[in-house]
């Protein structure tokens, strides 16, 4: 079993910044890829970023340049900075591992983000 859990949500103004963090626990050996999706209202889970345990990173391109993933292997956390926020980034944001020979994901309990003036 893998858990985790989210933080570093609130509330900021268009332009502002923010940084999540997803600390793993559990069977975290197994996990070989880690990532952030969000889920704004009434609206599907989307890909936000991710990485793998080779470092490489993928972005969607409506984070691109704006977003930077990262990860501590020490510390067993990955980190989402967000910054030149805007309203469209208003939204729950989870984190996400893939662990070897499982086949389905898990998931946090999200951190709500908030971008307002």
């Known amino acids: 079993q893998v858990q985790l859990v989210e933080s570093g949500g609130g509330l900021v103004q268009p332009g502002g910044s923010l940084r999540l963090s997803c600390a793993a626990s559990?069977?975290?050996?197994?996990?070989?890829?880690m990532g952030w999706y969000r889920q704004a209202a009434g609206k599907q889970r989307e890909l936000v970023a991710g990485?793998?345990?080779?470092?490489?990173?993928n972005y969607s391109d409506f984070v691109k340049g704006r977003f930077t993933i990262s990860r501590d292997n020490a510390k067993n956390t990955v980190y989402l900075e967000m910054n030149s926020l805007e309203p469209a980034d208003t939204a729950v944001y989870y984190c996400?591992?893939?662990?070897?020979?499982?086949?389905?994901?898990?998931w946090g309990q999200g951190t709500q983000v908030t971008v307002s003036s």
């Open positions: 996400n591992a893939r662990v070897w020979s499982i086949p389905y994901d898990y």
């Open positions: 559990g069977s975290i050996s197994r996990i070989y890829g």
């Open positions: 990485i793998t345990n080779a470092g490489a990173t």
